[in-house]
């Protein structure tokens, strides 16, 4: 029987990729990850088809930490310079990239009007914290300092990111905050964020399994992203743990059956306390990851006209 609580077109959309998934081998939750990546990949990949066309979308690879980190950049078709979205893709820290991702930048592009840049960082357990940090701290400084050359305006960027993207963002926008000369920043969008490793959040026990993500699944991520204890309670892997005054404004959207939906609304909660402009929109009856869902669920589509409005906002 259907969970009622469940958004007609996000059942559906479950239905089709569990579906699609017992088609394919089951993915394992081992090492070496090449196979199980590959499985992710193949199943998520044919959800980034469709969408707007860009008048250039193409990769730049940028130097970090010893390795050239690709970037996919989407450009409208609008007289420049544009201002950017930094976009950092979820997937727990080891899966996903910026090809399962693309339309989903493609259509923050569209409505915002803007550039995304979304860096392929590296994918832990191989690269543990805070490599995959530092690499998103390359490129934003990349496109600070020559993004002009190519079109953007470095003087207009908001970093954005889903699940373990929303975790790298915020965590990036702290880690920048504390540092000198931080490039300035327009804004945080935030979607279903991981913000806190303690799992202490209880009250949404009824969705701890079920629904995708699961507690045991993102006890895992911890594990591979943040192995070590003192890591995890770092404020730049647990952004609920740091002071958090002094972040440029953030929108926070929330899926109603996650996991993390009420350490997304703590998360919330502290920003405001800490004088933090927040908006914040939660949507019934999603799960997480339900931005993956473009083409087929009416609220992914939603979350992007609102993402692209209140962007549109910090941009002007």
Same mark, same amino acid.
């Given at each position: 029987?259907?969970?009622?609580?469940?958004?007609?077109?996000?059942?559906?959309?479950?239905?089709?990729?569990?579906?699609?998934?017992?088609?394919?081998?089951?993915?394992?939750?081992?090492?070496?990850?090449?196979?199980?990546?590959?499985?992710?990949?193949?199943?998520?990949?044919?959800?980034?088809?469709?969408?707007?066309?860009?008048?250039?979308?193409?990769?730049?690879?940028?130097?970090?930490?010893?390795?050239?980190?690709?970037?996919?950049?989407? +450009?409208?078709?609008?007289?420049?310079?544009? %201002?950017?979205?930094? =976009?950092?893709?979820?997937?727990?820290?080891?899966?996903?990239?910026?090809?399962?991702?693309?339309?989903?930048?493609?259509? =923050?592009?569209? $409505?915002?009007?803007?550039?995304?840049? !979304?860096?392929? =960082?590296?994918?832990?357990?191989?690269? /543990?914290?805070?490599?995959?940090?530092?690499?998103?701290?390359?490129?934003?400084?990349? /496109?600070?300092?020559?993004?002009? *050359?190519?079109?953007?305006?470095?003087?207009?960027?908001?970093?954005? !990111?889903?699940?373990?993207?929303?975790?790298?963002?915020?965590?990036?926008?702290?880690?920048?905050?504390? !540092?000198?000369?931080?490039?300035?920043?327009?804004?945080?969008?935030?979607?279903?964020?991981?913000?806190?490793?303690?799992?202490?959040?209880?009250?949404?026990?009824?969705?701890?399994?079920?629904?995708?993500?699961?507690?045991?699944?993102?006890?895992? =991520?911890?594990?591979?992203?943040?192995?070590?204890? /003192?890591?995890?309670?770092?404020?730049? $892997?647990?952004?609920?743990?740091?002071?958090?005054?002094?972040?440029?404004?953030?929108?926070?959207?929330?899926?109603?059956?996650?996991?993390? *939906?009420?350490?997304?609304?703590?998360?919330?909660?502290?920003? +405001?306390?800490?004088?933090?402009?927040?908006?914040?929109?939660?949507? %019934?009856?999603?799960?997480?990851?339900?931005?993956?869902?473009?083409?087929?669920? !009416?609220?992914?589509?939603?979350?992007?006209?609102?993402?692209?409005?209140?962007?549109?906002?910090?941009?002007?």
């Amino acid at each position: 029987m259907a969970d009622p609580r469940l958004d007609p077109e996000m059942a559906a959309f479950n239905a089709m990729m569990e579906a699609r998934a017992a088609a394919l081998p089951p993915v394992r939750l081992q090492q070496p990850f090449d196979e199980p990546r590959a499985l992710t990949e193949a199943l998520n990949l044919p959800l980034a088809s469709g969408g707007p066309v860009m008048a250039e979308s193409g990769d730049r690879w940028v130097p970090a930490r010893g390795r050239r980190v690709q970037c996919r950049v989407h +450009r409208p078709d609008l007289p420049g310079p544009l %201002p950017v979205l930094l =976009y950092l893709h979820g997937g727990g820290w080891v899966w996903n990239s910026i090809d399962t991702h693309d339309r989903l930048m493609r259509e =923050y592009a569209a $409505t915002a009007g803007c550039i995304v840049v !979304g860096p392929d =960082y590296a994918l832990s357990p191989e690269a /543990v914290f805070p490599q995959a940090l530092e690499e998103c701290e390359a490129v934003l400084r990349w /496109v600070a300092a020559g993004g002009a *050359a190519w079109g953007a305006d470095p003087g207009r960027i908001v970093i954005g !990111g889903d699940s373990a993207g929303a975790n790298l963002a915020a965590g990036l926008a702290l880690w920048l905050r504390d !540092g000198p000369t931080p490039p300035p920043l327009r804004g945080l969008l935030l979607n279903y964020g991981v913000f806190d490793s303690a799992a202490r959040h209880a009250e949404l026990r009824q969705v701890a399994t079920g629904y995708g993500l699961t507690r045991e699944r993102m006890a895992f =991520y911890w594990q591979a992203y943040a192995p070590r204890a /003192v890591d995890r309670a770092s404020p730049f $892997t647990t952004p609920l743990r740091a002071g958090l005054a002094g972040l440029p404004p953030c929108l926070l959207h929330v899926a109603e059956l996650d996991v993390l *939906a009420s350490e997304n609304h703590v998360m919330a909660a502290q920003l +405001r306390a800490a004088g933090v402009v927040v908006e914040t929109r939660l949507f %019934p009856g999603t799960v997480h990851g339900f931005l993956r869902a473009l083409g087929h669920v !009416g609220q992914a589509h939603a979350a992007v006209e609102a993402a692209g409005t209140w962007l549109r906002a910090r941009f002007a």
